[in-house]
């Protein structure tokens, strides 16, 4: 089993940074990737960038050269993967979820609870 959890939200001025981490626990050597989501109310979640196990990556194109996802070596049970924000944008403003992926199919998935940023004009 893997439990994810998200810290690194807040409220920043349009310019700022953050730095999201999502670290999941448990048989972490079952994950294949992690991402990061967004989600506004009322919309789709979106991708916001992809890590696998062996560093590729992926961007939206929203975030391309403001937002860096990056990874730790996973270590016995605990695997953290961070998502540095940079010349936010009041429209980075959503709910940010990390997922881990055991598997290519949605119920192999594992969610975290979700970390508000909040950027201001």
């Known amino acids: 089993q893997v439990q994810v959890v998200e810290s690194g939200g807040g409220f920043v001025q349009a310019g700022g940074s953050l730095r999201l981490s999502c670290a999941a626990s448990?048989?972490?050597?079952?994950?294949?990737?992690v991402g990061w989501y967004r989600q506004i109310p009322g919309q789709e979640r979106e991708l916001v960038a992809h890590?696998?196990?062996?560093?590729?990556?992926?961007?939206?194109d929203s975030v391309k050269g403001r937002f860096t996802i990056s990874k730790d070596s996973a270590k016995d049970t605990v695997y953290t993967v961070y998502l540095q924000m940079d010349n936010l944008k009041p429209e980075d403003t959503a709910v940010y979820y990390c997922?881990?992926?055991?598997?290519?199919?949605?119920?192999?998935?594992?969610w975290g609870q979700g970390t508000q940023v909040t950027v201001s004009s």
């Open positions: 997922n881990a992926k055991t598997g290519p199919l949605v119920r192999d998935w594992i």
């Open positions: 448990g048989n972490v050597f079952s994950i294949n990737a």
């Open positions: 890590v696998t196990r062996s560093g590729s990556t992926v961007y939206a």
